[in-house]
């Protein structure tokens, strides 16, 4: 549960316009560049994200999950990788997409 002393920073159709945005720019880099491409959504917190973008993308993706777990509720806690895919192929173009980005760890972590 969000405390009530929380305040949203941004309006939900402002976030909606950046994952267009990322959408568009993933788009614009596959026409200059086309490649397989691998889609990671970093589950639980990035489902939404991701599926804004993806739905959003004018190209074909492979859909892989990595669960991930930094956090104890609203406290950062120990890391834990619930889930990895087996193998990636080489020659691919790899995305990553997650709901927010403040420590960096998970970036790390799955790097």
């Known amino acids: 549960m969000?405390?009530?002393?929380?305040?949203q920073l941004h309006s939900t159709s402002k976030?909606?316009?950046?994952?267009?945005e990322i959408a568009n720019e993933l788009n614009r880099l596959n026409a200059a560049n086309p490649k397989?491409?691998?889609a990671v959504c970093i589950l639980d917190g990035g489902f939404m994200m991701y599926?804004?973008?993806i739905k959003n993308l004018d190209f074909q993706v492979?859909?892989?999950f990595i669960k991930y777990k930094s956090y104890d509720g609203m406290e950062k806690g120990d890391v834990n990788i619930f889930r990895?895919?087996?193998?990636?192929?080489e020659?691919?173009?790899i995305i990553i997409i997650d709901d927010i980005?403040?420590?960096?760890?998970?970036?790390?972590?799955?790097?």
């Open 51 to 53: 599926t804004h973008v």
């Open 15 to 20: 976030i909606i316009g950046w994952q267009v």
């Open 84 to 89: 990895f895919p087996n193998e990636l192929p």
């Open 36 to 38: 397989p491409t691998i």
């Open 2 to 7: 969000i405390p009530d002393n929380y305040v």
């Open 91 to 93: 020659n691919c173009r």
């Open 62 to 64: 492979t859909t892989e």
């Open 101 to 111: 980005i403040d420590s960096g760890r998970t970036a790390i972590d799955i790097a």
